[in-house]
Structure formats: C-alpha cells, structure tokens
C-alpha cells in the first residue's frame, strides 16, 4: 500500500529529526495521510507539520522545510515533495513507480485491493432484520445493499467477517399476524371470520393463505381457533422468511446465520442477560417492574426490562441477543438500523457497557430512508397490488445492479432519492450504466486487439515505461490508490464511497481512451496501452465486485 511506504518514510523522516536534534520532537502523533483532491498538490499530503507545530511552538511551514531537507531521497518512488500553506506536505509519486505498479496489479489479479492476510479480528454485522409479517420494502433493499458491501468491503480490509440476520418473530405483532392469516385461510373456506382491527390488511395475507391453503389443505379447519392461529402462524412465518431468503439471495446477499428472537424465550437466554446485569449492580425494582439503570450510561432515562405483569420487553431480549453475540467471540459487531431505530441507540450502548463491553464494540449504522420517484414524481403505490411498493417490485423491475448500485450512491445517514426511470436509462446520465460501460468497453478493445492478431501482453511483457501521456498516469494513480481506498471505506464503515471512487475510475478511462488510440501502428505502444487497459478491467471489476454489482463484458 502505498500509504504504508509514505508513513515509513515520514517516520524515517522524523527519527533523522531527533537524531539530528535540529527540533526537540515531543510525543510524535499519528501520521494523517490523504490523497489529494488536485494534483497540482501532488498525490498524497501529510499534515504532520501542523500537528507538531503547537507542541514545538513553531510556524507549521518551518517545521515542513525543516521536514524536506531531512527526507531521505526515494527516486523510485518519490518524484517530488513539496510544502504547501498552511504546513502541508505534499508528495508527488515518480512516474516511474506508477507504471510499474501496474505489473504487480496484473500479478495480485482478484485478489488487488484486499489485504495480504487476515487481521485477526472478527466482526458480526446484522442487517435487515425484517419482522416475518410482511414483503420486504425498498428501505430494507438499501440496507440489505449497505450491509452486505460493508461486509465485503471489512472482508477484503482482513476482517473474519460473519452476516447475520435477527428475525424478530416473537411478540403481538406476530400475533396479529397469526391471527390475520388465520381469517383468509377461513374465509378461503367460506367462514365468516373477521381479521383483527388492528391486524394485517394488504393483499399479500390473502396471497399468504392462499399458499397454505394449497399445501395444507382443510387441516387446520377442524383445529380450536386458538391452536390453528398458532399453527397457521408458523407456517405463514415460515413462508415469508423463505420469501426474505429468496429475495435477499436474488439481490446477492447470503446470510450466514438467521436467529430467531423466538429461541431466546424459549430458552434461559434472557433470564441469563438480566442475572449478569444484577451481578454487575445496574438493576432495579421499581413499581411491581424489573428496571436497568441505562441513566449510569449516558441514557436520558432507565429502562424497563420485565413488566410488572411479568412479561420481558423487547428491550430485554435485544439485550440478550446482543450478549450471545459478544458471547460467540465477536470482537466488533455492527447493527445496520431503519432511521425509526434512532432513539434506541442510547440505550443498547448504555446495555452493552453495563454488560461489563466497552460501548466501542458495539457499532450502529442508521440508515435513511428511500424515496421512490417517477419521472420526478413521488410512487408509493404497486401498480400490481395497489399498495406500497416492495423491494422484489423494484428489482424486478430495474435489476439487482442497478438497485446495489444506485443504494449505494448517498451516504447512509441522508435521505436517498430514487427515480425509476433514471434508474433504467441506459445513458451517461445512470451512473451504474456509465460505469459498467467502462469496464464493457475495456473488454472491447482487448477482443478487438486479439481480432487484428496484436497480442496481449502478460506482466514484464510490455515497456511501460512509455506511458506519458497525462491520461495515461493519471488513470494509474486512481488504480494505485485503491488498496489504501479499501481499507478507508473498511475503517469508516463507509461503503457508499465506493460508487464515487467507481464513477471517478470510469471517468478517468473514458478520459484515457478519448486522448490515447490503444491499438496503433506502435507495436510496444500498443503493448503498454493494452497492459494498462488490462489493469483498468481489474480494479474495475474489483470495485463492482465489492459492490455486489456484475462486470458485464459487452453492453
């Protein structure tokens, strides 16, 4: 990486500093590198003179000269270094180093962009996490989309990487559910029962019973209303889960583990969770209620965790899920949450540090939600059903690319803005189709060059060193960047990044390929432009691999 060469020479840099005594170096703190947005100021910058300069009681510019002129020379690496107001250091990279790299790019071929080896960390992250009493909506597709390039992205950083999805089937919402199925099913046999009031009402139960009806037959009809519910709620919770399996798996996202929060009341999981809270003192009784001192953790208020009529709430067992999480040798784990779980983030940190974990080992990513439009204007009914839109409407009707892709592209806490339309366009103006463009056109011009009998070169088989045209470096920087990007977006849980590094990748190629003809007359010219074409189809593959998103090779 190439942010591992500059900390070693920024760190070589400053011992020679000490050394030397020239500045009196106190506790040196971590080194910030970053690339830079122009490269008029250079490839990467440092602004360690800035850092040191409050301790030193010197000009950060000072420091930054005094900096250049022990900086060990790195001709192979290192073109220029240069300070910059108000104390920056820039680094500008050899274009030497650049296009040598794109041999060791070829080499790492799939495998560019991950780290070498695992890190010895495990992280858990739990998304989407639908209650089993209905269709999946279009918010559950940005997080399922969220969470599972997150999960890619912490793989290819060095994470063990575990996903993970909490089924919340216990409860009176499943109930109800019950109780709603229960009614179709009967009314499907001509018996006048009415759904609950406050029960489930679309179109999709009649859909649900109907299946049952079919497979079951008039087996529960016999049944005292009270066990067929039961039953008839199982099986519904059944159908609908495989239903979230199904849909999840046609968006490419597979989940290791799918626990019910129905096991922990049917175990000792929760009287366990509230037993190790007593013993850690944070429990008390309070008007007939069994109560967690969250207040002892930055909460606003405490919290209740068993009912004065005895029933454990939903926050009880949530607490109880989480310790068997810790309890399975997680050391990170990240909930992916809908924006209506804002208010209980304070406290399950609070839960989590009472349990005796640090609150640091619990991370909570709120995602927004998603506003569908058409053509600008806002849909929030199915056409087919006359209800809300769901998340198998919209991949079935954009695709799961598209839909990955286009989740993607805003950061989690903001709002997203949807246009179907859009999404469907197959012009410059769709991003995912402008960057799946960009790698079809690259497998293109390889197939064309092969039709003419111009070979492709291997890695050391081309002189790269002819690359100098100013297109040609700087798609390399964007390509040479990517590790370091990956462990970025992998230690700011910040996958959404991803699209923008993509579309600025594709911009950087179709910018490449307008200024620079790749299959000429120049027989090593063309060897080298192909060998970077080359290089350009992997980390573009890559980074639509992390995203979840195909690579196609024609469009």
Not at 375 to 387: A, I, L
């Amino acid at each position: 990486m190439i942010r591992r060469r500059l900390e070693s020479v920024i760190d070589r840099t400053l011992q020679g500093i000490r050394d030397s005594k020239e500045l009196e170096l106190p506790h040196i703190p971590t080194v910030e590198i970053e690339k830079t947005r122009d490269k008029k100021f250079g490839d990467y910058s440092t602004n360690i003179a800035m850092l040191l300069a409050g301790g030193l009681k010197k000009n950060p510019m000072d420091i930054a000269e005094i900096f250049l002129s022990f900086m060990p020379s790195e001709p192979g690496f290192i073109k220029e270094v240069k300070a910059a107001p108000p104390g920056f250091i820039n680094f500008y990279l050899s274009d030497d180093f650049l296009t040598s790299s794109l041999d060791e790019i070829e080499k790492q071929d799939e495998s560019f962009g991950a780290a070498a080896e695992t890190n010895g960390k495990s992280v858990q992250v739990e998304f989407v996490s639908a209650n089993p009493t209905g269709p999946l909506h279009v918010g559950h597709g940005r997080w399922a989309a969220v969470g599972d390039t997150l999960a890619n992205v912490l793989e290819a950083a060095g994470y063990q990487v575990e996903r993970e999805f909490y089924i919340n089937d216990y409860g009176n919402q499943m109930a109800l559910f019950g109780a709603s199925v229960s009614a179709r099913y009967a009314q499907l046999l001509d018996v006048d029962e009415k759904v609950p009031e406050d029960g489930y009402q679309g179109e999709y139960i009649k859909d649900i019973a109907k299946v049952l009806l079919d497979k079951k037959g008039k087996v529960y009809f016999d049944m005292n209303p009270e066990f067929r519910r039961q039953a008839i709620q199982q099986e519904a919770k059944e159908q609908v889960i495989e239903h979230f399996r199904l849909v999840l798996e046609s968006f490419g996202v597979r989940f290791d583990e799918w626990f019910s929060e129905t096991s922990l009341h049917e175990g000792e999981e929760i009287g366990k969770a509230i037993q190790e809270l007593r013993d850690h003192g944070h429990v008390f009784e309070k008007d007939g209620a069994v109560w967690l001192r969250t207040t002892d953790f930055g909460d606003d208020k405490d919290r209740v965790l068993i009912k004065e009529s005895g029933e454990p709430t939903y926050f009880a067992s949530d607490i109880a899920y989480h310790l068997d999480k810790f309890e399975r040798g997680f050391d990170t784990v990240i909930n992916v949450w809908g924006a209506d779980h804002h208010g209980y983030v304070a406290r399950m940190k609070a839960a989590i540090q009472a349990l005796g974990y640090g609150s640091e080992r619990l991370e909570i990513i709120i995602g927004q939600l998603v506003n569908l439009f058409r053509k600008g204007e806002p849909v929030r009914m199915s056409k087919r059903t006359g209800e809300m839109v769901t998340f198998d409407d919209l991949i079935a009707e954009v695709g799961p690319d598209v839909a990955r892709y286009l989740f993607l592209t805003r950061s989690t806490d903001s709002p997203l803005d949807f246009d179907i339309e859009l999404a469907k366009e197959q012009s410059q103006d769709n991003p995912v189709y402008y960057v799946q463009y960009a790698h079809a056109r690259i497998c293109s011009i390889l197939n064309f060059a092969e039709s003419k009998g111009v070979a492709i070169p291997g890695p050391g088989e081309a002189d790269l060193k002819l690359l100098k045209e100013e297109s040609e470096l700087d798609l390399i920087r964007h390509m040479v960047w990517f590790p370091d990007f990956v462990e970025d977006c992998a230690t700011f849980r910040a996958p959404f990044k991803l699209t923008k590094y993509a579309e600025d990748l594709a911009a950087a190629f179709h910018l490449f390929y307008t200024k620079c003809r790749v299959v000429t007359d120049d027989a090593a010219l063309t060897s080298s432009r192909l060998a970077l074409v080359k290089c350009a189809r992997i980390v573009l593959r890559n980074t639509l691999g992390l995203l979840g998103v195909s690579a196609p090779e024609s469009m």
